[in-house]
């Protein structure tokens, strides 16, 4: 694969919790806790990287280590980094509480990502794709940051993905006006809630056929159910790999990855082959703690 892809996202530092036996306020609960790298923008750069495209990420970290930890990280996995550091604010963190059951619930402190500005999004070489994480375009401080991205993928005849990032800040932020803000995209990525909230539609499938009506392409994520793929009136589902689930911070971020690798390869082949591509990729991050 060899279409370059620039990335514009959050990077952050996960820490997963995750927490054994019953509930037990005010007292102790035993549980398992590890860093790892985070940040949705971040992750879909590392796991396009290790795919093969050739992969440029920006966005903020603080001056602080973590921020320089995951920068090294990103570059080792081979990520060409645009990434600028802000003085005195604090690399984000996102502590992602998973249950025994392999859900969760984040809890998010977006640090430096706040602070992205359009001067830090690289224009896009002609003929590539931008993939913007939707959650650049939730708070008011990068917004204008990712509407340049998408003017600017625009202008040099880019395809554009973008994935909606969060049901509860995507309702805040109003549906009307991220329709509005995303209308030039080429391919949505919604989880299942996500579909349903930005349709109004109560089933995955007319909903994955509402978005194909806006889009060229969507691909919705329907958790142990596998995924869908809409185009024009072209419906396509495969089921999930199996999977021995341990955590699944990140997996929605793989599977854009995973997906993206095959489709920019081939945007005319088989959509079954991009989903399971995507899928496969969202099976092994669930089966260990962390997004990567």
Not at 13 to 39: C, E, F, L, N, Y
């Amino acid at each position: 694969m060899a279409i370059p892809v620039v990335v514009v996202g959050d990077v952050a530092t996960d820490v997963v919790v995750m927490p054994s036996g019953a509930p037990a306020p005010g007292s102790d609960r035993p549980a398992a806790i590890r860093s790892r790298g985070g940040g949705a923008g971040a992750n879909v750069a590392f796991h396009l990287a290790r795919l093969g495209a050739p992969t440029l990420l920006a966005g903020c970290i603080g001056d602080d280590a973590a921020g320089a930890g995951l920068a090294a990280e990103l570059t080792a996995a081979g990520v060409e980094l645009r990434l600028r550091v802000v003085p005195g604010t604090a690399t984000g963190t996102i502590v992602s509480l998973v249950e025994p059951d392999g859900q969760r619930s984040m809890l998010a402190d977006r640090g430096a990502n706040l602070a992205l500005r359009p001067a830090d999004v690289p224009a896009p070489a002609a003929g590539g794709h931008l993939h913007l994480s939707g959650y650049t375009l939730l708070d008011p401080g990068p917004r204008e940051a990712g509407l340049a991205a998408l003017a600017a993928a625009r202008a040099a005849g880019c395809t554009v993905s973008v994935d909606p990032a969060s049901i509860g800040p995507l309702g805040a932020y109003g549906v009307d006006r991220w329709l509005a803000d995303t209308a030039a995209a080429t391919m949505v990525l919604p989880n299942a809630d996500e579909a349903r909230l930005l349709t109004g539609c109560a089933d995955p499938t007319d909903a994955a056929r509402a978005l194909a009506g806006r889009h060229a392409a969507v691909a919705v994520t329907l958790g142990p159910d596998g995924a869908l793929w809409a185009a024009g009136e072209r419906l396509v589902h495969r089921p999930a790999r199996p999977a021995a689930v341990v955590d699944t911070t990140g997996a929605g971020d793989a599977f854009t990855a995973g997906l993206l690798a095959v489709w920019l390869d081939d945007p005319q082949g088989d959509p079954a082959v991009a989903l399971g591509a995507g899928l496969a990729r969202a099976a092994d991050v669930v089966e260990r703690a962390g997004a990567r």
